[in-house]
């Protein structure tokens, strides 16, 4: 239980408010199904039925997972999970 | 050398080698320093071709007024060439930009019309929209969907990446409107097998994602992910530090979103080394430092600079 994981203001009503909360699990897709045991709703917003969804971004330790494994990037004990809103720039 | 008007002295940058900051002989770094086109940017190289495009398709003629979102540098670019082929621009940005963007854009004639700070630049492009949509004289460019943005990069900066390190292994760039990484990247992993294309983006206060929703989120309609090699998240307080160390270390005086590249290349230059692999890393230096002294970006601690920093669109 000691993956700590960055929530977005957004999505803060699924974790009372919370800026971090932690979770557990040998893959990303296990992480959020066990947040979604004590956040309910939470894993919706990031995920549907075709994976991670098109407007949200997770980076692992700064890495975008997308680049690593998507839902099955492997986690483990230490790291960092960011979840943030896709948005533009330039 | 010698051009017969300003903007044919777009591009041909020079890519100049960190030897300080390169980890060793072996693993090198290397800065295309695109503050050199005439308005100080990168962004002068898509500006002058999504205009020449729209010239060609008989969009634009002298009288007609461009409107573009955007944070700052492609508005500054515009305006510059819309002042010299007799265009009017309209220009949304973002509140929270830094105050030197805005007087530059005045300066060569733009109008902006502000879109607020909460949800950065999706709200400009928003608010673009919205405009393009009730003045339907006015030619928006839009950056973001415009295939000359991204080919002003396949044609120009990635050649002469190319030209200058043949040995390249890695290209390095920010991630906004995702032209400069599509158009270079594009171009690089046509004529280098293997080599890594590697987006730095932003990392900015809580502010910027103030969506509503997270089905507002914004991915430009250039980004295609199968270009990337990979793509990194960077802090402020790293995007900082290392616009810092770019300027005590090696001299060069650069925007913050430099730094947020740099770190990205650090990041990669280590991996080699502890992979025991050689490594020759470019990377973009987008603009320079002038149009962000007033967000304190350079002066005190890096806490101090960090949180004055804090909400500010700083790429």
């Not at chain 1, 009372?16 to 979770?23: I, L, T, Y």
């Not at chain 2, 309209?90 to 963007?101: G, I, K, L, Q, Y």
């Not at chain 2, 914004?218 to 802090?235: A, G, I, K, N």
Request: proline share 5%; glycine share 12%; aromatic share 8%.
């Amino acid at each position: 239980m000691a993956i700590e994981v960055r929530i977005p203001t957004i999505l803060r009503n699924y974790t009372d408010g919370a800026k971090a909360v932690e979770g557990g699990g040998a893959t990303l897709d296990q992480l959020f199904a066990d947040l979604e045991s004590r956040h309910p709703g939470l894993r919706g917003r990031l995920v549907d039925e075709k994976g991670l969804r098109r407007f949200v971004n997770v980076y692992l330790n700064d890495e975008d997972v997308r680049f690593l494994g998507g839902l099955e990037t492997k986690v483990s004990d230490g790291d960092t999970v960011t979840v943030l809103p896709a948005v533009a720039g330039g | 050398m010698r051009f017969d008007s300003l903007l044919d002295s777009l591009g041909r940058t020079p890519l100049v080698g960190l030897p300080r900051l390169s980890p060793s002989p072996e693993v090198r770094l290397w800065a295309k320093l695109e503050d050199r086109n005439p308005t100080g940017s990168v962004k002068d190289r898509p500006a002058f071709w999504m205009i020449a495009k729209a010239e060609k398709e008989g969009l634009l003629a002298p009288g007609r007024t461009i409107l573009e979102p955007t944070s700052g540098n492609t508005g500054i670019s515009l305006a510059m060439v819309a002042r010299l082929r007799g265009y009017a621009i309209v220009c949304v940005m973002p509140e929270n930009t830094s105050a030197e963007r805005r007087q530059l854009l005045e300066m060569w004639g733009a109008r902006i019309i502000y879109s607020p700070a909460a949800g950065g630049s999706n709200e400009a492009v928003r608010v673009a929209k919205r405009l393009a949509e009730e003045n339907p004289d006015w030619v928006m460019l839009y950056q973001y969907g415009n295939e000359a943005n991204a080919r002003a990069h396949y044609e120009t900066t990635g050649p002469e990446v190319l030209e200058d390190l043949p040995s390249i292994t890695h290209f390095v760039a920010g991630l906004g409107t995702t032209g400069t990484l599509m158009g270079v990247g594009r171009y690089l992993r046509e004529q280098v097998p293997g080599v890594a294309v590697v987006a730095a983006e932003p990392r900015y206060g809580e502010l910027v994602y103030g969506l509503r929703n997270i089905d507002e989120g914004f991915v430009p309609e250039l980004y295609d992910e199968s270009v990337l090699t990979t793509r990194y998240s960077v802090t402020s307080a790293d995007a900082l530090r290392r616009t810092r160390e770019l300027l005590t270390q090696e001299g060069i005086f650069a925007g913050i979103s430099t730094g947020c590249a740099l770190h990205a290349a650090l990041g990669m230059a280590n991996k080699a080394v502890k992979a025991g692999e050689r490594a020759d890393i470019a990377f973009i230096v987008a603009d320079g430092g002038w149009k962000y002294l007033s967000t304190g970006a350079y002066g005190g601690t890096l806490e101090e600079a960090e949180e004055r920093l804090e909400g500010q669109l700083w790429a």
